[in-house]
């Protein structure tokens, strides 16, 4: 069975993409295609903030990239997003400090090593139709 936030349109990556055809944690292994800054307002910060966005090849989902993520990748291609364009980093589900308050969450990390190996492509997976419907939205 689908993770709930998959039946979600959501345009970002989040740790419920990264998942195996079982709904195991997997590693993926992504080329960066595009790094960006963008204003993004979420129910929480209701003001449009500057969040740093990677776009991945192969990916139809981009990735909010948080600080943390963002001085991995510095740590292994250095500052300059521009040098970071082409380069591969794993993805994979870790705990995160709750946005929302007490605890962890499982959120989208950066591995701390370059891969070794090609990117890989990052599937989408499809927001289920019938609930889709019943939310009054248009299945094509």
């Known amino acids: 069975m689908p993770h709930w936030r998959t039946l979600i349109e959501k345009e970002f990556l989040g740790a419920w993409d990264l998942v195996d055809d079982e709904m195991r944690p997997r590693e993926i292994t992504v080329t960066i295609e595009a790094v960006k800054s963008e204003a993004l307002k979420t129910r929480e910060s209701p003001a449009a903030r500057r969040r740093c966005v990677l776009t991945f090849t192969r990916a139809h989902k981009r990735m909010i990239a948080n600080t943390t993520n963002c001085e991995i990748i510095e740590a292994m ?64």
Do not use: H
Request: aromatic letters at 6%; one cysteine or more.
């Open 77 to 140: 291609y250095g500052s300059n997003v521009r040098g970071w364009v082409g380069k591969r980093v794993t993805l994979y589900q870790g705990d995160v400090k709750n946005p929302k308050g007490k605890g962890t969450v499982k959120g989208v990390r950066v591995r701390p090593t370059i891969p070794a190996g090609p990117g890989e492509e990052l599937k989408s997976r499809d927001v289920d139709p019938a609930i889709r419907a019943a939310q009054g939205f248009r299945c094509s």
